[in-house]
């Protein structure tokens, strides 16, 4: 069974930095891809970064380039999403999903998702 799990969440001011981490059981790490993805309230679910897990080809998003970096710990299972000068707008439940291609537009498996609150 596929499993998907966020943590690292939380209320941080403008300016401030997080680090999201998703732990992933149950398939071939090495044999899928992890994006992150975040809905905003009111908004519908965009996806912001993605990593190809066997060769650590990265991609993200106009808005979050140069401010969010997306890495893998393959021997862990565990994709990180480091956060700087984080803004109000990137204020949303952030999830990491699993798929085959970072190009597909509706990942398979999703985890629960964790609470990013950017207050001004």
């Known amino acids: 069974e596929v499993q998907l799990v966020e943590s690292g969440g939380g209320l941080v001011q403008a300016g401030g930095s997080l680090r999201l981490s998703c732990a992933a059981s149950?398939?071939?790490?090495?044999?899928?891809?992890i994006g992150w993805f975040r809905q905003a309230p009111g908004k519908g679910r965009e996806g912001i970064s993605c990593i190809t897990l066997r060769d650590g080809t990265t991609r993200y998003e106009y808005s979050v380039k140069g401010r969010f970096t997306i890495s893998s710990d393959n021997a862990k299972n565990t994709v990180y999403l480091q956060m700087n000068s984080l803004k109000p707008e990137d204020t949303a439940v952030y999830y990491c999903?699993?798929?085959?291609?970072?190009?597909?537009?509706?990942?398979?498996?999703y985890g629960q998702g964790t609470q990013v609150t950017v207050s001004s």
């Open positions: 999903a699993a798929d085959r291609d970072c190009s597909t537009r509706y990942f398979s498996y």
């Open positions: 149950g398939f071939t790490f090495d044999d899928y891809v």
